[in-house]
């Protein structure tokens, strides 16, 4: 089992930043690519971006490559999301989930968070 816990939303104007964290518990940190995901109103939840066991690869959405950055310290257990320029169409809760290594890019996460609301004002 990996318990993952996000934290950092908030509410910011466009244009703004934001750093997204998510603290992982539980099973070794390092055996899972992790992945950040997001869920607007009245929207099916949609991917972000991904990133591998010993974070040497990154995949991103096409909304947002470019402007977010992926990143993962496994000293720390702890997966990042930085969020540049950000614009009102990001608005949305923000999930973090994680896959065991082998399955990355799978697209099928096994354990999630519990979301961390963004608010980004036009």
């Known amino acids: 089992q990996v318990q993952l816990v996000e934290s950092g939303g908030g509410l910011v104007q466009a244009g703004g930043s934001l750093r997204l964290s998510c603290a992982a518990s539980g099973r070794t940190f390092s055996s899972y690519a992790m992945g950040w995901f997001r869920q607007a109103p009245g929207k099916e939840r949609e991917f972000v971006a991904a990133i591998s066991w010993s974070g040497g690869s990154t995949y991103y959405a096409d909304s947002v490559k470019g402007r977010f950055t992926i990143s993962r310290d496994n000293a720390k257990n702890t997966v990042y999301l930085q969020m540049n320029s950000l614009k009102p169409e990001d608005t949305a809760v923000y999930y973090c989930?994680?896959?065991?290594?082998?399955?990355?890019?799978?697209?099928?996460?096994?354990?999630w968070g519990q979301g961390t609301q963004v608010t980004v004002s036009s």
């Open positions: 989930a994680a896959v065991p290594k082998d399955y990355y890019l799978s697209g099928e996460y096994d354990y």
